[in-house]
């Protein structure tokens, strides 16, 4: 996808479909639904929308890894009006992820990830090496890399429990849920006995 095409999105507050080429395996089946918000170097920062059209995450998506954008679908429209809605009632953002945004919102991604080491938050993110969701909080951070504490969460979730925690190269991050409300609610579990 190139970059012209890209913002004249960005900004307009246009629900949209994104799609990925490293995640579509099903040709144009999979995306994620939101609003571009910001131009983060490689990567955009996207509002994506859960299914009833609240905020669902503050997300990053490497902008080589985006094979098309759909606007003004069907879809779009339908979405575009739960939001309206639930901006109207006050429940758009019930998790208040807006706000935790502003603290991170002009940072660059090496200041961020820094940030969310210090403070032990809960990320997602996906790699083109596997296409897997990776999760849990940050444990350690270089430039190069980056370092889940994914064991502890698969324990908690009752999953197979890999070996040890995957060092994740940061060229390899092709999605990077920055907040999330799962996220979030993962997180108060972490710290609800600090």
Request: aromatic fraction near 12%.
């Amino acid at each position: 996808m190139n970059d012209s095409n890209l913002k004249r999105h960005i900004y307009n507050n246009d629900i949209l479909e994104i799609y990925s080429k490293s995640r579509d395996n099903f040709e144009f089946e999979d995306f994620i639904l939101g609003i571009i918000v910001s131009d983060k170097n490689n990567y955009i920062l996207v509002e994506t929308l859960d299914d009833s059209g609240l905020l669902d995450s503050y997300t990053l998506l490497l902008k080589s890894d985006i094979s098309k954008i759909s606007a003004n679908t069907n879809y779009t429209k339908v979405f575009t009006n739960y939001v309206n809605n639930n901006i109207k009632n006050n429940i758009y953002d019930p998790f208040n992820l807006k706000e935790e945004m502003k603290s991170i919102w002009n940072m660059k991604i090496d200041d961020i990830i820094q940030n969310f080491l210090s403070h032990g938050k809960v990320v997602s993110l996906c790699t083109n090496i596997d296409e897997e969701f990776h999760k849990g909080n940050v444990i350690a951070y270089d430039n190069n890399y980056i370092v889940l504490d994914e064991r502890r969460y698969q324990k908690t979730f009752g999953g197979e429990v890999q070996e040890k925690n995957n060092l994740i190269r940061l060229d390899t991050i092709t999605a990077f849920d920055l907040e999330s409300k799962e996220n979030k609610l993962y997180e108060q579990y972490l710290n609800k006995d600090i």
